[in-house]
């Protein structure tokens, strides 16, 4: 068919293939289809690492901290974390992450609770986790704040953690 990319007399540009319109891009954002609503443009995308600070934690210096990625797309934020050690990383019940990006309380209108996606490799002969083992980890929005609140573990090699929130950012 024949495409077209069309300036638009209010502004933006239209995108066709043929009679079919594919998307618009206009100050409020890329619009896919023919849809018009503006909270439905795409407005906002960034990648980037974000920078943990680790409180209650053991042997998690800047060399164990592997991966600490973000993508935000419009109000939504994905998280990774990887942590990989000598098998000595550890943490208390008590333990968290603050540092998360498009956080605190001047992005989250109220207290939020989202659970965490966490994998934990144990390390060698001296690993370790107490009783209250089986916990949970989630995340506080408001208190920009990673909750381990899984017991406390010792000896461990290696962490992986995914997390994904709204922002008003």
Do not use: C
């Amino acid at each position: 068919g024949n495409s077209s990319v069309r300036t638009r007399s209010g502004g933006g540009v239209l995108f066709r293939n043929g009679g079919t319109t594919i998307g618009t891009f206009d100050p409020d954002g890329l619009k896919f289809g023919t849809d018009t609503a503006e909270v439905n443009a795409l407005d906002d995308y960034e990648e980037g690492t974000w920078t943990p600070a680790f409180n209650s934690f053991t042997n998690v210096g800047s060399s164990e901290v592997r991966q600490k990625l973000y993508t935000k797309i419009g109000n939504t934020v994905h998280l990774w974390l990887e942590l990989f050690g000598d098998n000595d990383i550890g943490w208390t019940d008590n333990a968290y992450i603050a540092g998360t990006p498009f956080s605190g309380s001047s992005y989250f209108p109220t207290s939020l609770y989202i659970p965490v996606v966490i994998d934990v490799m144990y390390g060698g002969p001296n690993y370790s986790m107490d009783q209250t083992a089986a916990g949970r980890a989630y995340y506080y929005g408001w208190g920009d704040k990673i909750y381990f609140k899984m017991g406390t573990f010792s000896n461990v090699r290696h962490v992986w953690l995914q997390l994904t929130y709204r922002t008003t950012a």
